[in-house]
């Protein structure tokens, strides 16, 4: 699901694009939408690239220094179309902490975490991320008021693809 949602919406700005009636401005802006889902689409791919050459000890992560903060607060934004939609309301709050990590990786996490957020709240509610520094140790914690996870679905939340119910067809990366 998550590769197919960026190929969706390339494909469909691609389509829009064909119509000669449109102005040089709506252009621009479907011609941007898909720059920034190609570039989302290669981002995830390479992701999972390293994901599967760390397994297999061929590749280390790559530790860079970075705000945390700062990684989380753009992940809420970007995901600013979804929330809209749904009319949620979304509660951040992040204490400002650097650490040291594979920056790209980490993003996916908090991107996949808060788009299930998203995804599985009801319209009109809440969702959010906390961080804090606890004992030197960052604590991030991603909220939502969906019906939640079922035990088997606990059990197996942690397996990379696992789709709790995949008829409704919501991904699992």
């Not at 808060?114 to 809440?126: E, I, P």
């Not at 035990?151 to 409704?168: C, E, G, I, K, L």
């Amino acid at each position: 699901h998550e590769l197919k949602t960026p190929l969706a919406i390339i494909e469909g700005y691609a389509a829009l694009l064909r119509d000669e009636t449109l102005s040089p401005a709506q252009r621009g802006e479907y011609a941007a939408a898909i720059e920034k889902e190609s570039a989302r689409l290669s981002n995830m791919t390479e992701n999972m690239l390293r994901l599967s050459r760390m397994d297999e000890g061929r590749q280390k992560m790559e530790v860079t220094r970075f705000c945390l903060d700062e990684q989380i607060r753009r992940c809420v934004i970007e995901l600013e179309p979804q929330w809209s939609v749904k009319d949620l309301e979304p509660v951040v709050t992040l204490e400002s902490i650097m650490i040291s990590g594979d920056e790209a990786l980490l993003g996916q996490v908090w991107r996949n975490l808060l788009d299930n957020a998203v995804k599985f709240s009801n319209d009109g509610g809440k969702f959010g991320v906390t961080a804090k520094l606890d004992g030197g140790a960052a604590v991030v914690c991603v909220f939502d008021e969906g019906s939640g996870m079922d035990v088997q679905t606990r059990n197996h939340m942690f397996d990379r693809f696992y789709q709790a119910d995949p008829s409704r067809g919501a991904g699992g990366f």
